[in-house]
Nanobody, 118 residues
Framework: QVQLVESGGGLVQAGGSLRLACAAS????????MGWYRQAPGKQRERVAT???????NYADSVKGRFTISRDYAKNTVYLQMNSLKPEDTAVYYC????????????WGQGTQVTVAS
């Protein structure tokens, strides 16, 4: 089992910045990749930033050049640095991990709210 706990969400003015963090615990040695998704009200959950097994990162077109994902393996934590925030970035942001536990599984955090005021 892998547990994911997000932090760092909040209310920010348009143009501002936030840094989200996701701390992993449990069977952390079985984690393959960790990434970020978001879900805005009335919309489906969408990928924000997800590393590939080849070492690159897939960013949603809407966040390219503004958001950066990074991972601190020593702290078992993945971060999402969000700059130049826009009102349309308002959503619940979820941390995701793909890990092996009697088979490959998807794990999700509880989500953290990000609200960008215009």
């Amino acid at each position: 089992q892998v547990q994911l706990v997000e932090s760092g969400g909040g209310l920010v003015q348009a143009g501002g910045s936030l840094r989200l963090a996701c701390a992993a615990s449990g069977s952390i040695f079985n984690i393959n990749v960790m990434g970020w998704y978001r879900q805005a009200p009335g919309k489906q959950r969408e990928r924000v930033a997800t590393p590939t097994t080849g070492g690159s990162t897939n960013y949603a077109d809407s966040v390219k050049g503004r958001f950066t994902i990074s991972r601190d393996y020593a702290k078992n934590t993945v971060y999402l640095q969000m700059n130049s925030l826009k009102p349309e970035d308002t959503a619940v942001y979820y941390c995701h991990a793909y890990a092996y536990d009697s088979g490959w599984r998807d794990y999700w955090g509880q989500g953290t709210q990000v609200t960008v005021a215009s």
